[in-house]
């Protein structure tokens, strides 16, 4: 089994191109920062025996449509929020891009990009300090035909045209991480009444299925960060298109299903915890990360990414990370056979 490592952001939503400012004109930030001491950093986690690495690109959309472009609150419309325009995405956000793609070719390692998170649907945060910056509110994108297909042409295809100078480092194109944070299911249930619950299932379906229909016709695998096991069926992720399929594991199921996917076509798991965090009760006192390396691959994963290399992380109330030497040893162990 090979193991990669979401990365999974320096700065999340604001990567790449232009940094968001504050009113008083200050940037929040310099453009691409992650880029200061990435070459040692992927250096790193080649010596560790990683493949990969995979990497938020427009986050919660914080860089993505501001000022004149950001969304707003339409009150005639239940409080919903709107995204008029998609724009187009600038020449330093493609700069940027093609940045990370040429230094992971130079460190041996691939890329797996997710396009967007599910905070880029969920109801829009405007930013004290910053009045031309909207975090997410982006919903129109997946609900809207013409907003979708404006967004597919202007920023999904740029991004695979550079790619394609990078054909044997992207291992795969992620269209959207955990839709179903965002997703209002049919039938009855709770999901009407969750504001964070923005797009219909269909839409969603249907936003996956054009998106991965263009990934896989530029050449690439086409994947999506399902965040459960249970949804690759309920949503039927081989009717989607989907050429790499995708789950999350944070200890449910309690018994990890073995692999059984076409090998063409193979299931992964894009995200586990390597800090305890909650425990997989197939592996009752053993909660290392080694132990979690075994046991999936036993199950027959060819692929699975660590969760994650962000150390911020480890402070959480709830920590799912554990990026300590200890860890990265662990990591080492088993890459090393």
Known sequence: MRVGVNYAWHNYGWDFGLPPRRDSGKDWGPRAAFATHLQEELRELRRLGLFAVRWFLLGDGTSYGTDAERPHLDARDNGQWRFDVC?????????????????????????LPSLIDFHFCFPGLPVPGSSGIVK???SDVIVDPGKRRDFFARVLGPLLEVAASYRDTLYAFELINEPEWCTREPGFNLDPLDAK???????????????????????FRST????????????????????????????????????????QWPLIVGEFATA????????????????????LSAKDFPVAFLWSRNRAEEAASEPAVDWSERTRDLVAEFTRG
């Open 87 to 111: 724009p187009p995405l600038t020449a330093e956000f493609l700069a940027d891009f093609e940045l990370l793609l040429g230094a992971c070719a130079a460190a041996d390692l691939q890329l």
């Open 276 to 295: 305890a965090h909650r425990p997989w009760p197939e592996l009752g006192p053993s909660q290392d990360v080694l132990s979690r390396l075994r046991l």
């Open 136 to 138: 997410c509110g982006r």
């Open 197 to 219: 619950k923005t797009v219909p299932r269909e839409a969603m379906r249907e936003f996956i299925r054009d998106g991965t229909a263009l990934i896989n016709a530029a050449g």
């Open 224 to 263: 999506v960060g399902f965040a459960a096991y249970p949804t690759l069926a309920r949503w039927d992720s081989v009717d989607l298109g989907l050429s790499l399929h995708q789950f999350h594991y944070y200890g449910e199921p309690a018994a990890i299903p073995r692999q059984s996917f076409d090998p």
